[in-house]
T-cell receptor, first 113, second 113 residues
Framework: NAGVTQTPKFRVLKTGQSMTLLCAQDMNHEYMYWYRQDPGMGLRLIHYSVGEGTTAKGEVPDGYNVSRLKKQNFLLGLESAAPSQTSVYFC????????????FGPGTRLTVL | AQSVTQLGSHVSVSEGALVLLRCNYSSSVPPYLFWYVQYPNQGLQLLLKYTSAATLVKGINGFEAEFKKSETSFHLTKPSAHMSDAAEYFCAVSKSSGDKLTFGTGTRLAVRP
């Protein structure tokens, strides 16, 4: 099992450009999450999904959109990137619920110039 | 709403010394408590979790944590630090498997030779 994988690992964007981050999990988990990690701020939840076809807002959803068309995939989109979105993005998944053990991907380091 | 506080954003110990990383939580109900570790340039991985069974929880790599309700604490310890323990450690709390998971801001552990 690969667990949780993320594509790409690194990306540099110019302000205003768009991109999509892909997360895939092979553990048949219902719940999936997108976090951003910034120095001194820990992990902040952007969006999450409680099952295929569902999405919900987290703590810091502005400027991001998500889709969960297939159970194993969770996509994070930036429609018009801003320098404030420079961060490391982590995808995670869990089986029983949001408060259950979450399994994390290796992260995507995004720089917006 | 539940919250978690990690005292000390940076902790430095000598190799072979005791590791003590502090975590205090607030929760209106008996919590689920987690410790995650993040090695450089990697995602988070679960070290251990408490879900209202034994108050002393043993995790991977020789780490353990004790749930102390009277002190609202869940400190992480390891008797003897190894160089390989250098990483960032996150405490997290939820009210149940169905509730959201709230992370602390992390403690970076450095191990001196």
């Amino acid at each position: 099992n690969a667990g949780v994988t993320q594509t790409p690992k690194f990306r540099v964007l110019k302000t205003g450009q768009s991109m999509t981050l892909l997360c895939a999990q092979d553990m048949n988990h219902e719940y999936m999450y997108w976090y951003r990690q910034d120095p001194g701020m820990g992990l902040r939840l952007i969006h999450y999904s409680v099952g295929e076809g569902t999405t919900a807002k987290g703590e810091v959803p502005d400027g991001y959109n998500v889709s969960r068309l297939k159970k194993q995939n969770f996509l994070l989109g930036l429609e018009s990137a801003a320098p404030s979105q420079t961060s490391v993005y982590f995808c995670a998944s869990s089986y029983l619920g949001r408060g259950d053990t979450q399994y994390f991907g290796p992260g995507t380091r995004l720089t917006v110039l | 709403a539940q919250s978690v506080t990690q005292l000390g954003s940076h902790v430095s110990v000598s190799e072979g010394a005791l590791v003590l990383l502090r975590c205090n939580y607030s929760s209106s109900v008996p919590p689920y408590l987690f410790w995650y570790v993040q090695y450089p340039n990697q995602g988070l991985q679960l070290l251990l979790k408490y879900t209202s069974a034994a108050t002393l929880v043993k995790g991977i790599n020789g780490f353990e944590a004790e749930f102390k309700k009277s002190e609202t604490s869940f400190h992480l310890t390891k008797p003897s630090a190894h160089m390989s323990d250098a990483a960032e450690y996150f405490c997290a709390v939820s009210k149940s498997s169905g509730d959201k998971l709230t992370f602390g801001t992390g403690t970076r552990l450095a191990v001196r030779p």
